[in-house]
């Protein structure tokens, strides 16, 4: 079955410093889609990728999708402390999104 | 503006016993709807989703159910409770705009079964 997987698991950077997560998926996916989980909270939307190579820039994140478009990443340039939680990346194919297992950040002030 | 909630946010149950969470989303149609479970310190699991009233795709084979009695209505059951069921359980909703496939979560329904 459809898997999607990330890496790490988690990861704790000082604060200013800069942030990778990883995310890779068993299939081809149609898009690719990230998501940001505040401790105790629920997912919120952040950004969508639709095509092969795709690169898309939110102030500090830097989204990419592969040439292949099975596997993704996530940059986060200088980090605050209001990045910190948990992001996930979620493949999605038909009516169906496969999340992936998840990094959680933690920014040491 | 659209809005989903669930309840109740946060439910002990013992093992054994029913479990009915409900999820209602306003302000869009024909949304598709779904149910995840998150372990603590862990991924999304999607267990069901649904394109439209009665029809239900099961994801996970489990002791749980779904149902769509409405178009805005989702509701997760079950019928005898197990320790391995406690969990975060989302409910969710999306629509296509222009290609985007957004899922917009609602807050959740911590469940403790003991």
């Known amino acids: 079955g459809q898997q999607v997987m990330q890496i790490p698991q988690y990861q704790h950077v000082q604060e200013g410093e800069d942030f990778t997560t990883y995310c890779n998926s068993s299939?081809?996916?149609?898009?690719i889609q990230w998501y940001k989980q505040r401790p105790g909270g629920h997912p919120v939307f952040l950004i969508q990728?639709?095509?092969?190579?795709e690169v898309k820039k939110q102030k500090r994140l830097t989204f990419q999708f592969g040439e292949a478009k099975k596997n993704s990443s996530l940059h986060i340039t200088a980090t605050q402390t209001t990045d910190v939680g948990t992001y996930f990346c979620?493949?999605?194919?038909?009516?169906?999104?496969?999340f992936g297992t998840g990094t959680s950040l933690t920014v040491i002030p | 503006s659209q809005t989903i909630h669930q309840w109740p946010a946060t439910l002990v149950q013992p093992v054994g016993s029913p479990l009915s969470l409900e999820c209602t989303v306003e302000?869009?149609?024909?949304?598709?709807l779904y149910w995840y479970r998150q372990a603590a310190g862990r991924g999304l699991q999607l267990l069901f989703y649904?394109?439209?009233?009665?029809?239900i795709s099961s994801e996970v084979p489990q002791n749980l159910s779904a149902s769509r009695p409405q178009d805005r209505q989702f509701i997760l059951s079950s019928k005898k409770l197990l320790l391995s069921d406690s969990g975060f359980y989302l409910c969710?909703?999306?629509?296509?705009?222009?290609?985007?496939?957004?899922?917009?979560f609602g807050p959740g329904t911590r469940l403790t079964v003991t």
């Open positions: 969710a909703w999306s629509v296509s705009d222009r290609g985007i496939y957004e899922q917009y």
């Open positions: 299939t081809t996916l149609s898009n």
């Open positions: 990728l639709v095509k092969s190579g």
């Open positions: 979620a493949g999605h194919t038909g009516n169906q999104f496969y």
């Open positions: 302000g869009t149609s024909n949304p598709n």
């Open positions: 649904s394109v439209g009233i009665g029809q």
